[in-house]
């Protein structure tokens, strides 16, 4: 474009010819041929960059634009994006962590009745909007119920009692 340009001065000054003329031989159109590019000066963006930089050396670009428009600055965000990155200043990204891979072992089944029981509490709520818990017990080796404790509380010491009660029965695993 710009050697089209030239081209159509060169003919306009060698032949005396109109700008009309000379920019329709040439290929251009006559906006083109007035069109003086504007050459911007970014010493200000940069020292205003480089001081945010400088105190807030983790600040991505978002951040940095947001402080530079509340110091009162009305450059354009492509602008600014434009020198932050000539200056280098746009930080890495961070990946996503990898976690290792997970190799589950296989659960040890117990070899005999009552060797290992499990225990787990459950939340369930009645019709008329009343919660319960109840507190299960299993023996691991037949996946038998030892026992079912329900109440709408269930405080530690409950809790101490009823495993007692079920060693009593079954004794202790």
Not at 118 to 144: C, P
């Amino acid at each position: 474009m710009a050697e089209r340009k030239v081209w159509a001065r060169e003919l306009q000054v060698q032949y005396n010819a109109s700008v009309v003329t000379c920019c329709n031989a040439v290929g251009i159109s006559r906006t083109a041929y007035y069109y003086e590019p504007k050459l911007t000066d970014d010493t200000a963006i940069i020292d205003a960059l480089n001081a945010l930089i400088e105190k807030h050396h983790r600040w991505g670009f978002p951040k940095c634009f947001k402080r530079l428009r509340k110091l009162g600055h009305r450059w354009n965000h492509k602008r600014v994006y434009r020198v932050y990155t000539e200056l280098k200043l746009n930080l890495r990204r961070k990946g996503k962590r990898r976690l290792p891979n997970r190799n589950p072992e296989p659960l040890v089944a117990p070899s005999a009745l009552g060797k290992c029981w499990s225990m787990d509490f459950m939340s369930d709520s009645l019709h008329n909007k009343v919660r319960f818990r109840t507190f299960n017990v299993i023996d691991d080796f037949n996946r038998e119920i030892l026992g079912i404790d329900i109440a709408t509380s269930m405080p530690s010491l409950r809790v101490i009692r009823y495993l007692d009660q079920l060693a009593e029965w079954h004794g202790y695993p």
